[in-house]
């Protein structure tokens, strides 16, 4: 596997606390090179913009990004994405990115647009529970190192 980012993961948020960037700089750190988070800042919100042009903007914004990092394939992280747990995820993200470079997206607060929905390769949930977007991130960060660690064979992950 070569050492330069492969596996980005792309999330819009307003809020970026420090200790959640804290994290997610650890688990990206662990992942040797192989992982790049970019973190989209959304347009400004105003009472005059629909959800529908919310996300619009959110899609060029992110369509921007996969195209400066030269992403074909994506995943998006969507509440009603199919469920995996642990070792299927690594299989998944494994499985896509011997081929290519691919992306892991976290939505804004109104979620994707059905245009982007159709593009992507898998939604995948990452919780049943609704979990703010920071928290999100720092999930999949976690979740990124951990399949690195399930493929390489790594202690890490246990069953």
Same mark, same amino acid.
């Given at each position: 596997?070569?050492?330069?980012?492969?596996?980005?993961?792309? %999330?819009?948020?307003?809020?970026?606390?420090?200790?959640?960037?804290?994290?997610?700089?650890? =688990?990206?750190?662990?992942?040797?090179?192989?992982?790049?988070?970019?973190?989209?800042?959304?347009?400004?919100?105003?009472?005059?913009?629909?959800?529908? $042009?919310?996300?619009?903007?959110?899609?060029?914004?992110?369509k921007k990004v996969?195209?400066?990092?030269?992403?074909?394939?994506?995943?998006?992280?969507?509440?009603?994405?199919?469920?995996?747990?642990?070792?299927?995820?690594?299989?998944?993200?494994?499985?896509?990115?011997?081929?290519?470079?691919?992306?892991?997206?976290?939505g804004g607060a109104?979620?994707?647009?059905?245009?982007?929905?159709?593009?992507?390769?898998?939604?995948?949930?990452?919780?049943?529970?609704?979990? %703010? +977007?920071?928290?999100?991130?720092?999930?999949?960060?976690?979740?990124? =190192?951990?399949?690195?660690?399930?493929?390489?064979?790594?202690? =890490? +992950?246990? $069953?």
């Amino acid at each position: 596997m070569s050492k330069k980012a492969r596996i980005f993961l792309i %999330s819009i948020s307003r809020h970026q606390s420090n200790s959640i960037t804290s994290l997610t700089n650890e =688990y990206t750190k662990r992942c040797t090179g192989l992982l790049q988070e970019i973190v989209i800042r959304p347009p400004t919100r105003n009472k005059s913009l629909t959800v529908v $042009e919310i996300k619009k903007q959110e899609l060029k914004l992110i369509k921007k990004v996969l195209k400066a990092q030269k992403i074909n394939q994506f995943i998006l992280f969507d509440e009603n994405g199919s469920r995996f747990n642990s070792q299927q995820f690594s299989k998944i993200i494994f499985d896509l990115q011997t081929k290519d470079r691919i992306a892991l997206i976290i939505g804004g607060a109104d979620g994707f647009s059905d245009e982007i929905k159709k593009s992507a390769v898998e939604l995948i949930s990452i919780s049943t529970l609704t979990i %703010s +977007h920071e928290l999100a991130r720092v999930v999949a960060c976690e979740q990124i =190192y951990r399949a690195l660690t399930i493929k390489s064979g790594h202690p =890490y +992950h246990r $069953e």
